[in-house]
């Protein structure tokens, strides 16, 4: 795949660990080609106080609006992936995400969970599970799912 210039870029940068790299940078590639994201900060740019908290994987400009981004993928090592499971992800992801937005010294407008699934059923209980969270939770991020139609692509398996 031809990467834009700020995908390049990121994919270069370091990286605050974990096996996250490629998801994060197709993330900002997704969002740029699709709604003309721009980079703005890979997630070791982006300065917190207090340290040591959650942190976003970038933050970018859409329409004139500086966002966070987060991104995860929604997988299970072994089974169906379940209620249960999209409730631990959306739960801890999206609180990670609004304290990396408190705690952040760069400030931006509202966030975005990038979610990558491995099919429909992912997607479909991640939404289900999605609207019976409080309203607390969902407040001021949007959630993205995105479903990756070759559930072995690489984006899945944990190597950098």
């Known amino acids: 795949m031809n990467l834009s ?26 969002l740029h080609r699709c709604f003309g994201a721009k980079l703005l900060k890979t997630e070791m740019e ?6 040591g908290g959650s942190i976003v994987d970038y933050t970018c400009e859409m329409f004139g609006v500086s966002l ?6 929604a997988m299970k090592y072994k089974g169906e992936f379940e209620k ?10 999206l609180r990670g995400i609004m304290n990396a937005t408190q705690n952040a ?5 509202k ?8 099919s429909t059923k992912v997607a ?6 999605y609207h019976d969270l409080s309203p607390q939770l969902r407040t001021n ?15 899945f398996k944990n190597s950098r």
């Open 5 to 30: 210039g700020m995908a390049a870029r990121m994919k270069e940068c370091p990286n605050a660990g974990g096996d996250s790299v490629e998801s994060e940078v197709l993330s900002l590639e997704l």
């Open 68 to 73: 966070g981004v987060s991104v995860t993928r």
């Open 84 to 93: 249960e499971d999209a409730e631990k992800l959306l739960g801890k992801k």
């Open 141 to 155: 991020t949007v959630v993205l799912v995105t479903i990756v139609t070759t559930p072995q692509h690489s984006l």
């Open 46 to 51: 982006v300065q917190y106080f207090p340290y």
């Open 124 to 129: 479909d209980v991640l939404t289900s599970v």
């Open 111 to 118: 966030q975005i969970l990038h979610i990558w699934a491995t």
């Open 105 to 109: 010294l760069d400030k931006w407008s």
